[in-house]
Every structure is written in C-alpha cells, then in structure tokens.
Nanobody, 123 residues
C-alpha cells in the first residue's frame, strides 16, 4: 500500500497563488508516476496535472495549462503543484495520486490516492 499525504491547501483571493505538496513513499517514489486531481462540490473528480516517474514528461488539463505547474523531487519523495492566477472555479478538494504507469494517471485511473486538501478561491 502506498501512502500519500497532501499539504498546502487553504483559502486565497482570486489572482493569488498556492503551492500544494504531496509526500509519497521514500525509496520507491521514483517508480511512480504522480498526478493531481480535484473535485468541486457537486461535480466529479477531474484530472489537473500529471508527471512521469523521472519528471521528464508532464501533462495538464486545458483549464489549468499556463497557470499551474507540477514538479517532483525524487530525493525528498515529494510532488508539488504550484498554482498561480487562481480563479473561483479552481475551488475544490485537491487529491494527490500515484500509479506505476503514467498512462493510468492520464486515464484518470491511478491506483493510489491521498486524502485530499481543500483549496478555496474567493472572488
């Protein structure tokens, strides 16, 4: 079982920034592709961003492309999501996810999930 722990959520005004972090398994962290997903009230869970195990390839949802940046540090076993120019529509619970295959992140079907962290953007 892979445990993922998110941190960094909070409340911010529109136009502001937040940085989410997710701590993953130590020695094997580089074996996993990582992703961020989100779920707004009354809506389904949606893909936000993904990154391969070595960090050589990233993927973003159209709605966040150019505003959000995913990165990882395999030494510290963390994956980060830098969120800039936040909009009220970005309000959601954000989930970190992991899977040995990047294709599963892209397919929105990762094997492991974190518990989620709330992000609230006010207008």
């Amino acid at each position: 079982q892979v445990q993922l722990v998110e941190s960094g959520g909070g409340s911010v005004q529109a136009g502001g920034s937040l940085r989410l972090s997710c701590a993953g398994p130590g020695r094997t962290f580089g074996n996993y592709a990582m992703g961020w997903f989100r779920q707004a009230p009354g809506k389904g869970r949606e893909f936000v961003a993904g990154i391969t195990g070595l960090g050589l390839r990233t993927s973003y949802a159209d709605s966040v492309s150019g505003r959000f940046t995913i990165s990882r540090d395999n030494v510290k076993a963390t994956v980060n999501l830098q969120m800039n120019s936040l909009e009220p529509e970005d309000t959601a619970v954000y989930y970190c996810a992991a899977d040995p295959l990047f294709t599963q992140i892209q397919a929105r079907s990762p094997r492991y999930w974190g518990q989620g962290t709330q992000v609230t953007v006010s207008s």
